[in-house]
């Protein structure tokens, strides 16, 4: 099968890359490299099954697929409101244009939607019915909303012209490959407390958030593009810490000694997360298998090789 990956040598993208090749599949990447590394993908290049485009999708591009992952977007809140406008375009106009490639070559087509369309939910844990709470005008909105009508506009090419598509609402999701600066809270404080930096926790921590590893969340990603299923479908791990609790754990686990100091809580951070993956267990028959503390050891490990080799 072709596959073609958008935000494929990003964090997620890769690690989807990676499972797509090693299972005998032929895979386009593309990419605009804004939080993406060649460095991610750099063992595909030069295989003939691998091919990497460099292209931002606000514009339209022209492509043969039998299955379209759509992921392109910048994901952390740091890189997302670096450049809000763009966010939004890249949601909007990039998901029209992915949307239009996979009617014009009859695609299957996957949406990495997210849990920020829950907002700052009152509903919890959220439920795939649980219709949000978000501020339209706040500094998250760029991505939240252009990630709702992300949500629309696939299902407004399913109703009109067919197009055969999955939408996945990931929830936090961490692992190898995050960059330093990635600005999210597990690469955060991994990075911190490696470095012998205060860990940073913003407000007070009690804020909570349900951290799902890499590896599981791709196999959720692929069962659902393979299966019968259109979704929406929540994809994380349910177990839910605040980010205090967070701190303390990679504290206990790389530097028992640092520090944690609190910073301003930005606005409109959701004060609790936690996915209900009943569809996806019911459904796809999909639920994570890694713990916090295992997916957190491996990651570490992957952020002290890589951090130990630059010094
Ligand atoms: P990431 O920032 O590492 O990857 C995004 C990739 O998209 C990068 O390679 C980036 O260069 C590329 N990109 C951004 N704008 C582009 C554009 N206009 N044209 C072409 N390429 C562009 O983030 P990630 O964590 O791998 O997230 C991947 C997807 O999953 C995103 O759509 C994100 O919204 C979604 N998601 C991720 C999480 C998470 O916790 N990791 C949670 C919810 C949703
Ligand atoms: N956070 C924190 N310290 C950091 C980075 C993030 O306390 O250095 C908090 C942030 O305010 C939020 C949670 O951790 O409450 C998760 O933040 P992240 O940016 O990883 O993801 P999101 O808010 O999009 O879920």
Request: with cysteine; proline share 6%.
């Amino acid at each position: 099968m072709r596959i073609l990956v958008t935000g494929g040598a990003g964090f997620l993208g890769s690690h989807l890359i990676d499972r797509l090749m090693t299972e005998g599949n032929e895979v386009l990447c593309l990419d605009n490299f804004y939080t993406g590394h060649k460095r991610n993908i750099l063992k595909w290049i030069g295989n003939p099954y691998f091919e990497l485009i460099r292209h931002d999708i606000t514009e339209p591009i022209r492509l043969e697929a039998d299955q379209i992952y759509h992921l392109a977007c910048p994901a952390s809140p740091v890189h997302y409101q670096f450049n809000p406008v763009k966010t939004i375009k890249t949601n909007v106009m990039g998901t029209l244009n992915m949307l239009g490639l996979a009617k014009r070559v009859k695609a299957r087509f996957l949406l990495a939607s997210t849990s920020e369309v829950y907002g700052d939910p009152d509903v919890h844990p959220q439920p795939e019915e649980y219709r949000g709470n978000v501020n339209c005008i706040g500094l998250r909105s760029c991505y939240d909303e252009g990630k709702r009508v992300a949500e629309t506009l696939a299902f407004d090419y399913h109703r009109q012209n067919n197009v055969d598509i999955r939408v996945m609402r990931i929830f936090n999701t961490y692992g190898p490959r995050m960059l330093k600066n990635d600005g999210r809270v597990v690469s955060n404080f991994i990075i911190q407390a490696l470095e012998g930096e205060p860990l940073t926790v913003y407000g007070d921590g009690s804020q909570t958030r349900s951290f799902c590893y890499a590896s599981d969340l791709i196999k959720g990603m692929i069962l659902l593009m393979n299966g019968d299923h259109v979704g929406p479908i929540n994809i994380g791990n349910p177990g839910e810490y605040t980010i205090l609790e967070l701190a303390q754990t990679i504290q206990k686990m790389i530097n028992p000694n640092a520090e944690v100091s609190f910073k301003p809580l930005p606005d409109d951070d959701p004060k609790q997360r936690q996915p209900d993956i009943s569809r996806a267990q019911n459904l796809l028959g999909w639920e994570p298998t890694i713990s916090l503390e295992e997916g957190l050891k491996l990651t570490i490990a992957d952020f002290r090789e890589r951090y130990q080799a630059q010094t």
